[in-house]
C-alpha cells in the first residue's frame, strides 16, 4: 500500500496511469467528499447536533428513524428540514466535478451514500444513489412522487397535492433497508466488473463498500482510498491518500487530461 500524507506526482501519476488505462472505474463516495461543500455532520466538529440528546430528549438516529417518522411523522420532518435548511446554497465543489470530468476518458459508475444530489449536479451520468435524494419527496398514501429544489415553503409535515396524504423525503432513515430499485441497480453494475476502485470520503463500514473494494485488492485491482481518517479499507487498497477529496481527485483528473 502507498500512503500519501501529501500528495506528490509519482503517486497521482500512477494513479492516474491506471485510470488512464482502465475500461471502468467505479467511485463509491461517502459525506466527506460533500464536506468540502460545506456540508454540516450530524456529530462532530461542526455537526448540527454534538448534543448527545435533541429538543425531544432522543438521540438525533431515533428522530430521523423509519420508526419514529411512521410515529411522529411531525417529528422526523423536523429535523430532516433542520438538516436541508442549512445544507441549503451548497452544491457540487472541485471534487464532484473532477469525477464527472473522467466520464471523457473512461466509463464512471458513482455509488454515493449521500442525499445531496450533487454528483449529478456535477454532470455525472451515471449515480447510484443508496440512501436516496433529499429532493425527491413521496406520498405516504398515494405514492405521488414530486421534486423539490429546497424545503423552504413546505408545511411540516407537507402534504400530498392530489390526496392530502403526508409526504416523506425518499431518503433511507435509521432502521430501514435500502430500497430494493437501488440494490438492483448496485448489483447489475458491480456485475459488468470493475478495473479500479475508489472509496471517497466514506468510513466504509458498510459491507456494500467495504466488500467488493477489499475483493478487488484481492484480487491484485488498482484500489484507491481518499479519506484522512484511518477505515477498515485503509491496511487493503493498493494507494491510500490522506489528503482532502478535492485537491487529491483535481489532481488526478487533470493527470489524466494531460496524458
Known sequence: ???NCELNETEIARVAEAVSAARRIVFFTGAGISAESGLPTYRGIGGLYNNITVDEGLPIETVLSGAMFRQSPEITWKYVAEIERACRGAGANAAHRAIAALEAAVDVCIITQNVD???TAAGSSNVIELHGNLGKLACTKCGDEVRVENYSGLSIPPRCGSCNGILRPMVVLFGEMLPDAAIHQYD??????FDVFFSVGTTAGFAYIFEPIAEASRRGKTTIEINPD??????LVSHRFDAGARVTLEA???????G
Open 1 to 3: 500500500m502507498s500512503l
Open 117 to 119: 444530489g450533487f454528483h
Open 188 to 193: 447489475d453494475e458491480l456485475a459488468r466488473g
Open 230 to 235: 484511518l477505515t477498515p479499507l485503509s491496511g
Open 252 to 258: 488526478i483528473a487533470e493527470r489524466v487530461h494531460n
